[in-house]
């Protein structure tokens, strides 16, 4: 009979080799063998194995070199030179430091941000660290990607803590079930009465922080909970974004959190967009009307007037949200002509064009926008205690995240081949183009 534990044995003790020993190994082994290293310290060291000895000589060979290039080429350490060249040896053991002399100020900087109480996490951290190199070297291009943030933040001592949500995971068969339905579902009616690309519309709703700190922050190594700076920060809007297949990205619907308009920022909003405010920011059964009164009829009248096609119906793809399914909403659809197919419930990351393809660029917009003004205070001058302060300032913070969303239209309603890429990823497109509905292409 077999038997298996849970239970696992404690790991052994590491071996701790002194500087002096490591450099005398890397040495003895450079001027000999492995193999003869490994008798000689065999005795000292039992568990010394040829990889160690290899990593050292390797490290004693790196360090040797500096030090004949320092002092010229014939430059030979004695033996009592031996320690000096294996503490040399840790400053060039591994990558070089990519900010070089920077990297102690980007390090100093980022400590003074958590003293004052403030967010510091990935994208905070590039920020500082862009303000710091344009005022050494106002000309220069640095890419710091997350490699270059773990890394950083595990010399400062943290570790990276991401606030997770629970993600229901689907078996394979039964996505692609569903996602031959609702394909499906959408070709019939675009077959039956020729409905133009520009008229199948997929829209949705998603949150826009004032602050948009993302779920990834740092703390001790060590800590068992961790409280995400930010996460917490219930200031922020709620945007409905909606794209047609033709790759037209519609003007968002905006809602504030408030009870009248003074709840709305100040800065002059284009006349196509819809802005409004309820007590919650979210988007309910008055705000769908709203919604499809000032956002998707306009557009679908004016894609009707173009084609010269009036009878034309729409094809309205959209999530279930209880709000899109209540009867005045449906009736509005119905009266104006509208078909619309619901994304099967927990398919959004599968079925939805908005959440697989547009959704995360439009928020990495606005994290990019807040980098770059975050990074202009800190050339400024300001100090990181009136950053903090101003994070709690919901009225500048307000104005200043409605001129980004202004921004952020302006740029994705050219971005056209983002849109349809979206639409393919979820493979629209690709079905429509089936000679006969009833073959199965995910089988």
Known sequence: MICFSNSYAARGSYVKYTDADRAEIGKYSRENSTAATLKKFRTRYPNLNESTVRGM????????????????????????????????????????????????????????????????????????????????????????????????????????????????????????????????????????????????????????????????????????????????????????????????????????TGLTARSQPTVQFPENFHVTQNAKHWSNEDTMIQFLENIILPYVEQRRTSLNKPDMPALLIFDCFKPHMVQSVVQKMTDNNCIFVKVPENMTDYLQPLDVGINKPVKDFFRNKFCSWYTEQVMGGLEYEELAKLFKSGVALRERHAAWIIDMFNCFQHKREMVVNAFKRVGIPQFLELEDLNDDPFI
Not at 60 to 83: E, I, M, W
Not at 173 to 197: G, H, M, N, W
């Open 57 to 256: 000589r390797s490290a004693y060979d790196r360090t040797l070199a500096s030090l004949k290039r320092q002092h010229g080429g014939s430059f030979n350490p004695d033996v009592h030179k031996v320690k000096e060249i294996r503490k040399q040896t840790a400053n060039y053991a591994g990558r070089p430091l990519k900010l070089g002399d920077l990297d102690a100020k980007v390090m100093e900087e980022c400590k003074k941000v958590r003293q004052s109480g403030g967010v510091l996490n990935g994208l905070v951290l590039r920020a500082i660290a862009t303000a710091v190199i344009r005022m050494k070297a106002p000309e220069a291009t640095i890419d710091l990607g997350r490699g270059w943030t773990n890394s950083m933040f595990k010399r400062l001592g943290y570790s990276i803590r991401h606030a997770t949500t629970g993600k229901l995971q689907l078996p394979e068969k039964y996505v692609t079930e569903k996602q031959y339905t609702f394909l499906r579902d959408i070709a019939l009616p675009v077959r039956k009465y020729s409905i133009d690309r520009s008229l199948i519309i997929n829209w949705d709703q998603t949150p826009l922080q004032y602050v948009p700190t993302g779920q990834w922050t740092m703390e001790k190594t060590g800590e068992s909970k961790v409280a995400i700076n930010g996460m917490a920060d219930k200031r922020n809007i709620t945007a409905v974004l909606s794209v047609a297949l033709d790759g037209t990205f519609l003007p968002p619907q905006l809602i504030y």
